[in-house]
Nanobody
Framework: VQLVESGGGLVQPGESLRLSCAAS????????MDWYRQAPGKQREWVAT???????NYPNSTKGRFTISRDNAKSTVDLQMNSLKTDDTAVYYC?????????WGQGTQVTVSS
């Protein structure tokens, strides 16, 4: 299983950014996909989930600002992030669970700063 994130960068507060994760080595269409993030000195935090059927779920910290979506034909999962705040600064990871194993991408840095 390989997960490769892209799309991170430096933006100002209030701006938007779109992350993408390309998956390989799995039958993508049957897997739920997640996004997590980890800020310096903090624990990894769940950001969003999309089920195999397209149902989405978010914690209160990202609900209404972030949107997760998937393209089963391309085996990709995206995270659209709007109204970004300085507190959103973190390394963002794509993840999925197969059997008893959780797979992670290498992460992509998102920095929100004026």
């Amino acid at each position: 299983v390989q997960l490769v994130e892209s799309g991170g960068g430096l933006v100002q507060p209030g701006e938007s950014l779109r992350l993408s994760c390309a998956a390989s080595g799995i039958r993508f269409i049957i897997y739920a996909m997640d996004w997590y993030r980890q800020a310096p000195g903090k624990q990894r935090e769940w950001v969003a989930t999309i089920s195999s059927g397209g149902r989405t779920n978010y914690p209160n910290s990202t609900k209404g600002r972030f949107t997760i979506s998937r393209d089963n034909a391309k085996s990709t999962v995206d995270l659209q992030m709007n109204s970004l705040k300085t507190d959103d600064t973190a390394v963002y990871y794509c993840a999925t669970v197969s059997g008893d194993t959780m797979y992670w991408g290498q992460g992509t840095q998102v920095t929100v700063s004026s």
